[in-house]
T-cell receptor, first 113, second 112 residues
Framework: TQLLEQSPQFLSIQEGENLTVYCNSS?????LQWYRQEPGEGPVLLVT?????EVKKLKRLTFQFGDARKDSSLHITAAQTGDTGLYLC?????????????FGKGTKLSVKP | DTGVSQDPRHKITKRGQNVTFRCDPI?????LYWYRQTLGQGPEFLTY????????KSRLLSDRFSAERPKGSFSTLEIQRTEQGDSAMYLC??????????FGQGTRLTVV
């Protein structure tokens, strides 16, 4: 069983469209991080959310942490071809090993011109 | 600081050979992590160090795998008697305690 479930697994959209990807768990997390990864490269950190209900905006990207700290979402407005990549969420659980940053399987986004 | 650095970027080895990867973390970071990522999957935790102490190892880290961080700075991950199933991207990350982790570009291992 995957501790962090990401959905959808794949998403193919046209440039200019909006999209939302989700990261869900039955466990509570002290923080959640979102990364973007391109083929053959390491994940690049986009944002960290730590407070339940927190919303963070990074240009066209909006990140939200659920009130119960069990889930998060990433919304992209007016997607561009440069947004193409694998979006990963990762978190540290309360009560678990604080060293173990747990990852979801990711959402593979393809933005077509 | 140039971020987390991993060497080599790519490694092709024959089954049964030993390989060693190196990771240089961000200089002020006291935690260093190793992950493995196979195609279509998110990174899977292998082990982490706080300074020179190895504090946790995953069940994925079989006895053929060993990681060290002798002086609390760079780390090495060695795989002995490689198998085809070891083919993957090996990622290193570093952080200051429980703050956000920053990743290197990874080492792509292919076992033929």
């Amino acid at each position: 069983t995957q501790l962090l479930e990401q959905s959808p697994q794949f998403l193919s959209i046209q440039e200019g469209e909006n999209l939302t990807v989700y990261c869900n768990s039955s466990s509570v997390f002290s923080s959640l991080q979102w990364y973007r990864q391109e083929p053959g490269e390491g994940p690049v950190l986009l944002v960290t959310v730590v407070t339940g209900g927190e919303v963070k905006k990074l240009k066209r990207l909006t990140f939200q942490f659920g009130d119960a700290r069990k889930d998060s979402s990433l919304h992209i407005t007016a997607a561009q071809t440069g947004d193409t990549g694998l979006y990963l969420c990762a978190g540290r659980r309360y009560g678990g090993s604080q060293g173990n940053l747990i990852f979801g399987k990711g959402t593979k986004l393809s933005v077509k011109p | 600081d140039t971020g987390v650095s991993q060497d080599p970027r790519h490694k092709i080895t024959k089954r049964g050979q030993n390989v060693t990867f190196r990771c240089d973390p961000i200089s002020e970071h006291n935690r260093l992590y190793w992950y493995r990522q196979t195609l279509g999957q998110g990174p899977e935790f292998l082990t982490y160090f706080q300074n020179e102490a190895q504090l946790e190892k995953s069940r994925l880290l079989s006895d053929r795998f060993s990681a060290e961080r002798p002086k609390g700075s760079f780390s090495t991950l060695e795989i002995q008697r490689t198998e085809q199933g070891d083919s993957a991207m090996y990622l290193c990350a570093s952080s200051q305690l429980n703050t956000e982790a920053f990743f290197g570009q990874g080492t792509r291992l292919t076992v033929v």
